[in-house]
């Protein structure tokens, strides 16, 4: 079991930055990716990015793409999003989650799919205002 815990939600105007981090504890060994997801009210919950955990490769949605930065430190088990250049649109909850070393092959077919990892956060509040 792994247990992901999101934290630096908040408010911030438009064009403004935030970073988010994502704390796992747990069977944290047997981690293959780690992923960013957001969810704004009325909607889907939707891919933002990706890393992977050994090779530091990255996946980002292209509404995110040159605007938001994922990054990871190995050490201390924690993924981090580093968003810039903020639109109210970025208004969301914004989830943790992770892939599994098992689950490797599912994420590799479909990263930005929901049903393709293991764990999930419990999601920190990111408000845009214009």
């Known amino acids: 079991q792994v247990h992901l815990v999101e934290s630096g939600g908040g408010v911030v105007q438009a064009g403004g930055s935030l970073r988010v981090s994502c704390a796992a504890s747990g069977r944290t060994f047997s981690t293959y990716c780690m992923a960013w997801f957001r969810q704004a009210p009325g909607k889907e919950r939707e891919f933002v990015a990706a890393i992977t955990w050994s090779d530091i490769s990255t996946t980002y949605a292209d509404s995110v793409k040159g605007r938001f930065t994922i990054s990871r430190d190995y050490a201390e088990n924690t993924v981090y999003l580093q968003m810039n250049s903020l639109k109210p649109e970025d208004t969301a909850v914004y989830y943790c989650?992770?892939?599994?070393?098992?689950?490797?092959?599912?994420?590799?077919?479909?990263?930005?799919?929901?049903?393709?990892?293991?764990?999930w956060g419990q999601g920190t509040q990111v408000t845009v205002s214009s």
């Open positions: 989650a992770s892939v599994s070393t098992q689950s490797s092959r599912r994420f590799q077919l479909f990263p930005s799919r929901v049903g393709s990892y293991d764990y």
